[in-house]
Nanobody, 124 residues
């Protein structure tokens, strides 16, 4: 049974930083992409950043480019999201996700496995 467990969320003031972690377990076949998505109640889920397990290629939403960095530690089955220069618009529940298939890398509909989420709140 695949499990994705996120941690690292919390409350921070605008301009601050947080680092999210996602530990994966239970895979029979390792995913090819892992990513971070976020959602605000009443709004559509947004793809934030994803990373290709093979070579570490990273993909970002325009809204976070230059501020967020996704990385992976394959030995620890862990994916990280370093979030810098946070602003109140980044406030959301952040979810870790994984997939083995294809499709648009920031499209949450192409991901098979999801964590429970970790809340990030940025105050002005």
């Amino acid at each position: 049974q695949v499990q994705l467990v996120e941690s690292g969320g919390g409350s921070v003031q605008a301009g601050g930083s947080l680092r999210l972690s996602c530990v994966a377990s239970g895979y029979t076949n390792s995913p090819n992409f892992m990513g971070w998505f976020r959602q605000i109640p009443g709004k559509e889920r947004e793809g934030v950043a994803t990373i290709y397990a093979g070579d570490g290629s990273a993909y970002y939403a325009d809204s976070v480019k230059g501020r967020f960095t996704i990385s992976q530690d394959n030995a620890k089955n862990t994916v990280y999201l370093q979030m810098d220069s946070l602003n109140p618009e980044d406030t959301a529940m952040y979810y870790c996700a994984a997939r083995r298939g294809g499709g648009r890398v920031l499209d949450g509909g192409t991901y098979n496995y999801w964590g429970q989420g970790t809340q990030v709140t940025v105050s002005s």
